[in-house]
């Protein structure tokens, strides 16, 4: 028997505890279904160099892109492909220019703290690495969006972004795609987009199991504490990077309700064990366990079960939910709600005097 890589495919170290086992019993019946979905889409795309959205490509989009289809799936069907080319040399002239002090700061003390359990992050020599590119992409971004400017997450987005498409340029319009377009709110200025999107959760959690948000509710946790993360790096570093990729599949095509339809197929999956957990440490240390369920592994399951488990989900009821915690957070004022005072750390954000 061969030996096993000391790495993942995609450069990441394997944990000292990893249940290869599980994984391997997985693993030899997922390496078929990719093995399929790569003939589909081979068949799909012939030698195209985009694809359009139809219900066609929404479906295969949600059994999963291969591998070696996600770059090119990714450019196009989130319409970064399209901005890039309107605007070829931007990036270019961005990476001319200076960043504000503090942004630079920011960046600079988050680049070692990416993956640094990745091979092409973790050697800040190494020519061939990521480390560079990472940075210059946050630097770009920052510069084009100054009111955004730099919040910590970006880094790890960024990171695996570098990962899939080994170029900076393409990450840079992947990044600015996804931040001011598909996501336009949840990295505004004050968080309140974070906010309105955690709350929506919790109400759609609410309505397809109520006793788990009065459990919640009685014991006085905030939403914030458990779901934070969740939102804020997109579930990197809260479930295996396949399982992630395979989210952000969807993620480029649907937008932002795939996030909530994660979450929700997390938390009901577990609902039993979240229905009777006691107070704070219970509560946080229950959802944490939903991301650490050996079934997320199973990436191809869970994708199943997002779009099976949580029922009906129309893009208006997220939008009238959005615009509803929107406006009270106006009606309230803009001082700290109680959830406020739980965002992570890891929200904090870096732009110009007038990004905040």
Known sequence: MAERSRTDQYGFEWPEDFDFSAYDAYESSYIQVLARRSRKWKSLLGHKEKVKKNRTVKRYVRKGIPKEFRPLAWMTLSGAQMRMDSQPQLYQHLLTQQPQPEVKESIDQDLHRTFPENIYFCDTLDPTGLRQPLCNVLTAFALKNPKIGYCQGFNFIVGVMLLILRDEQKTFWLLDTLITQILPDLYSPGMAGLKAEIAVLAELIRQKEAGIYDNVEREGVPWAVVFTRWFICLFIDVLPIETVLRIWDCLFYEGVKVLHRVGITLV?????????????????????????????????????????????????????????????????????????????????????????
């Open 268 to 356: 009901l999956r577990n609902k039993e064990q979240i229905l009777h957990s006691k107070g704070f440490d219970g509560i946080t240390k229950d959802f944490k366990a939903t991301t650490t369920d050996i079934r997320n592994l199973e990436c191809h399951q869970l994708m199943q079960d997002i779009f099976t488990i949580p029922g009906s989900f129309p893009r208006a009821k997220i939008q009238e939910l959005r615009e509803k915690f929107l406006r009270l957070r106006q009606n309230r004022g803009m001082g700290l709600l109680q959830e406020d005072n739980f965002l992570c750390p890891i929200t904090q954000r870096s732009g110009t005097p007038s990004g905040g």
